[in-house]
């Protein structure tokens, strides 16, 4: 039981910092907050994703090119670009790596308007600190597992942002409905979302980029909304108007 709530802990604290301050904040500047916040949900990432931890600003880059190709050859991380799930996300950690160390050209004209802590980023980073924490959920496990299947989910702690991207990224430009026509393949795959945290409304994502709550219809539950919407109530962020972008709807 202990290790079934860690495991759960992990994998949806990690996701809310993916889906609130990376995506949300980092690459669509959905919202502002003030440096101090920006400080705490920088250390609060850092925790919450571990081993996995993700550059911020690299994360940034690497998701407006997905918007801007979206399910194009230029396109980091479409699933129609790959074969299998496994091979797009070894080619999203190449793009990744490649803005990480700032070699992607292709990243250049989205550069901007993301938070940075240079010292936390480069450290996080190291192979020395995700072993660190590849360790503490190791000696975790084997303190408190009571069964030898409990440590085939510590690849998935290893690895937790990765499994995240590849279930929206895979699963959300191919299989569900869409709402709108957007030029791309990206769907609603809203039987998955409850893994996702209103990630997997891909479709009306890329109809409405900048907008804080994915769901469109009355049905769409975005779960991270209310908390977003909580936070801007609490002053800890500030929400900015969304711009539209002209897609039309797809024909019923």
């Known amino acids: 039981m202990i290790i079934l709530a860690f495991f759960l802990a992990h994998w949806y604290l990690s996701l809310f910092t993916q889906t609130f301050f990376h995506h949300r904040y980092a690459a669509h500047r959905m919202f502002s907050m003030s440096y101090g916040w920006e400080r705490v949900f920088f250390i609060f990432s850092f925790l919450m994703q571990g081993s996995s931890f993700m550059s911020p600003r690299a994360y940034a880059l690497l998701h407006r090119m997905h918007h801007a190709y979206s399910d194009t050859p230029l396109d980091p991380h479409s699933p129609h670009n790959s074969s299998n799930a496994f091979t797009m996300m070894w080619k999203t950690r190449t793009a990744y790596q490649e803005c990480v160390f700032g070699t992607s050209v292709a990243a250049e004209r989205f550069a901007g308007e993301y938070p940075e802590w240079p010292a936390l980023e480069a450290f996080a980073n190291q192979w020395y600190g995700r072993l660190g924490w590849g360790l503490l959920y190791i000696m975790f496990y084997v303190t408190f597992a009571n069964a030898w299947w409990q ?98 709807l797809v024909p019923a």
């Not at 479709?203 to 936070?231: A, C, M, S």
């Open 151 to 248: 440590y085939l989910l510590l690849p998935i702690h290893f690895t937790m942002g990765a499994f995240h991207g590849a279930i929206v990224n895979w699963a959300g430009h191919k299989y569900g409905y869409q709402n709108f026509d957007n030029r791309d393949q990206s769907r609603n795959s809203l039987f998955f979302d409850f893994l996702t945290g209103g990630e997997l409304f891909q479709n009306n994502h890329h109809k409405l980029p900048n907008r804080p709550n994915f769901g469109v219809k009355k049905w769409e539950l975005d779960p991270t909304y209310p908390v977003i919407w909580t936070f801007n109530k609490l002053g800890i962020i500030k929400l900015k108007a969304p711009k539209p972008v002209a897609y039309p």
